[in-house]
């Protein structure tokens, strides 16, 4: 069994920062010892969770061997502070620390990951919750889920293996599946007002990386994660998609589940049982445990996959935990807009007319594996320009046959247009755009910097889906994009002998 995400912030005088050591960890995957990286505490805590009012204090030490740069998933903060390597700071080097320290102005579940070449695959990434009183008071207890893809390959090979097209890391070839077969989809059932599980034969999904498992909390369906709800109590499940090129499916089977808010922002509430989550996305689920207790898993499936991760909730210590499923009977459907249209934001943006609009066209080529946005791969210095005060809009077109996770930096944004249908829907810092959809997101320009704009699927980052928002006058002494690919090779430690 385990305990419960601790609530409490860590201990500190005023004058010190909370140090987060960057090393090296070794963790078992289906009874292989393998090495990976982590984000820790000095008493091992993994990430940070601080209270809004204390601000944020923190060094980064970095013990690996390569040089690192984590970056504050979601956080609205100065533009110095975001850590991503050739935009707003210089990586760290082995040995190396950086101090970020500024003021909090969100509170909810956000993540830490490296933002450092391909550092994320090898889990360089942690949990985030920023809490006030009102986080605390949304159910009884509370529970942090960190999901990653994983795979024995080395991100270097996948990275080349995707460049040259070979079918090992190709599940999927664009433009599609020529067949269709069963797969599992989300559904809105109108009678009773919640999301569920459907069926229908349809081609599968697009995805890039066929990968060895799904981890829950870095661990695998094997041995999941057992978490105690004593009967009648009520969990938040803050589920973090910290994958690398993995959405997901989250099914929490017997236990209804209140959708309570999506990437940090409170929302409407939605009940269901089956929720869908792309990469680097964030929702809190809240369940109640039943009087008559028990244990009940919650599955997360690996989008156009079989694959499995899970949480067992039990009732007690003592509980027998369920012999689990290892694999899924159908394969899921791709993530689509259903639940981001049923989604309404609590707290929209004011309205305003539009200042300024740009185009944000997702394209690419599986022939060399190249992904651009506006016809142009990163590394590049085209931006998307704005004014400090401006009402900002990004039409997202997605031209492509895969689903693009679009993150932006230092902003929340909403969404409000979705295939021509327009809606007041979630404030977000990441929204998928699936196959052949257009999103229309807005924002308020009101943090000068240069921000990263990009695909969340690392691969794709990694190979040129990935712009910036440039304030006009913006400080742009870190910005360097002709160094931003020397990152790739240098971002993973040699193998040991």
Known sequence: MVALFAVLSPVRSEDTPVRLTVEEETISIKGREVAVMAIRQSDGTSGYSPSKDE?????????????????????????????VPFVTQDPIPPGGSFVYDFPLKQAGTYWMHSHYGLQEQLLNSAPLVIWTPEERALADLQHVVMLS??????????????KAAKPKSMAMAMPGKATKEPLSVQVWDESSQRFTRGERSAE???????????LANRKTIEAPEVVTVPPGKSLLLRIVAASSATDFFINTGALEAELLAVDGQAVEPLKGNFFQLAVAQRIDLRVTM??????????YQGEG??????????????????????????????LSNLQEKKLRSRNPLPVKPVDRSHPGILDGTMAGYTWTINGEAYPNRQALDVKEGERVEIVLRNDTKMGHPMHLHGHDF???EIDGE????????????????????????????????????LYHMATGMFTVVKYEGADTQFW????STEDIQKSIPPEKP
Not at 153 to 160: G, Q, T, V
Not at 204 to 214: M, R, S, W
Not at 307 to 327: C, K, M
Request: proline share 9%; net charge negative.
């Open 55 to 83: 601000g944020f204090h923190v060094k980064v030490v970095n013990h690996l061997s390569v040089p690192t740069s984590i970056h504050w998933h979601g956080l609205i903060l100065p533009n110095l502070m975001d850590g």
């Open 414 to 416: 909403q969404v409000v």
């Open 290 to 299: 039943p009087e008559s207790g028990g244990a009940f898993p919650v599955l």
């Open 422 to 457: 327009k809606l007041s829907g979630a404030l977000r810092d990441t929204v998928e755009v699936p196959p052949g959809s257009t999103i229309k997101i807005i924002f308020d320009a009101n943090n000068p910097g240069v921000w990263a704009f990009h695909c969340h699927i």
């Open 480 to 483: 360097q994009p002709e160094r």
């Open 204 to 214: 599968g999904p697009n995805v890039d990386v066929i990968y060895d498992a799904l």
């Open 149 to 162: 893809d994983f795979s024995f390959s080395s991100p270097l090979e996948i990275l080349k293996d995707l």
């Open 305 to 334: 996959t079989r694959l499995l991760a899970a949480t067992v909730l039990v009732s007690e210590d003592q509980a027998v935990v369920p012999a689990l499923v290892q694999e899924a009977l159908l394969p899921t459907g791709g």
